[in-house]
């Protein structure tokens, strides 16, 4: 039989897991529905386009972050490796150009030998060579044996949508997610605001508007009574606590938004020598370094509201937006009741899920899901024993929370400290300090991800610039 895996789903997840089973000889039918059926979020039809933030978070060695970050890299990752092919000033974070990133990734995925693009909507995973479905929970024809990556993230159509929901058994899981908005450089008034790096990691990547207590009562008091795109009615709202619109965060509190995204520690007024009341961040948005995006501003205010609001920050009164901030739906599966830590079904270890439906959130949370499905959908296929992350590891710390974590109120989640595995308790008396505890964790899960990956990676030939 001729090694086939199919993937569907074209997002960060997809084209991680495609290169990853492709590099390992296999043959990969990725299907990818724009430019047939858009999404409320996407803009083009190119492969791994990213709509939130165009920022990886923190690759500031020590942090959790950096870690899947890394364990990434050194698994030959083709998202991280375009990450760094088109990275754009930000920090201590890693951030990207998005549109050259896209077009990296689709260039790639394109020229891949083993790798063919079906630019069309999956509406059942019947499509794509898991036939014969009864009721039951990925009950199917024991002869069909062609593994199947289902990696549509947060925007799965709505036929596939009920196809898996079907098949689960389950009722469909969601939170509304939102995006920030982009304004063009040269409208921000820089005899105002001032360039700096929090801490001065980075030097002068981000610019950032200050505010005085009357200039921030002002823009708050706006923020709250302008008005917001009305959701469903026929839908429970589901905000994502780490992703939660500027409006509702206000709603919490006069001062969370200076505690929260506002937060001006670390960034003083070089012109002042003195922290502001609070703070807007803005961080380069593209290699030409023509739009700048706000940091922590996702937002579900309309259109004119947002023009009018976000004008009332210093330095943005005359903002040119070039895009504005908007709301959509995530959808995302009950894991812990479907899937293994190799990422397969409990029921059938030919279909994969991988990415933020899986009950992961981020970019590079959504990448290491696509990385370790890519290679687990060929150990399948040929009958090799499929893959566990090491438990010290991150990828193995988000494996695991997706297939075991407690599921009354199952809840999509970054990589953190807290899913890694502790400490042995000889070593967290030893190392009392929290900054010293990480450094350990992330050196002690390193060398156990380089002594898993020479077993993981198999020899490659390098079929592919």
Known sequence: MEDIVNIVGGGLAGVEAAWQAAEAGAKVR?????????????????????????????????????????????????????????????????????????????????????IKIVR??????????????????????QSIGSPTIIATGPLTSDALTADI????????????????????????????????????????DYINCPMSPEEYQTFYDALIEAKSVPLKRFEETRWFESCLPIEEIARRGVDTLRFGPMKPKGLPDPRTGAEPYACVQLRQENLMADAYGFVGFQNHLRYGEQERVLRLIPGLQNADFLQFGQIHRNTFINSPKILNETLATRAD????????ITGVEGYVESVATGWLAGLNAIRALRGQPMLKAPPTSAIGALCRYVSNVETKNFQPVNITFGLLEPLPPELRKKYRKKRERHLIQVERALEDWDEFLADALPQRANTCA
């Not at 059942?124 to 199917?140: K, T, Y």
């Not at 270890?349 to 933020?356: E, K, P, S, T």
């Open 30 to 114: 990725l299907y990818e529905m724009r430019p047939v059926l858009q999404t409320p979020a996407h803009r083009t039809d190119k492969l791994a386009e990213i709509v939130c933030s165009n920022s990886l978070k923190s690759d500031e060695p020590g942090t959790a972050p950096y870690l899947l970050k890394e364990e990434l890299r050194r698994g030959r990752s083709l998202v991280m490796d375009a990450a760094a092919a088109t990275r754009v000033p930000a920090g201590a974070a890693l951030s990207v150009d998005r549109g050259k990133f896209a077009e990296l990734i689709t260039e790639r995925i394109e020229r891949h030998p083993n």
């Open 349 to 356: 270890q030919r279909i994969f899920f991988a990415g933020q």
């Open 165 to 204: 929901m079907r098949l689960t058994g389950d009722d469909q899981l969601y939170f509304y997610d939102a995006i920030a908005p982009i304004v063009a450089a040269d409208s921000i008034d820089m005899s105002v605001a001032f360039k700096a790096a929090r801490y001065g990691k980075g030097g002068d």
């Open 120 to 141: 069309d909507e999956v509406k059942s995973i019947a499509e794509c060579g898991i036939r014969n479905a009864d009721s039951s929970l990925f009950s199917v024809d």
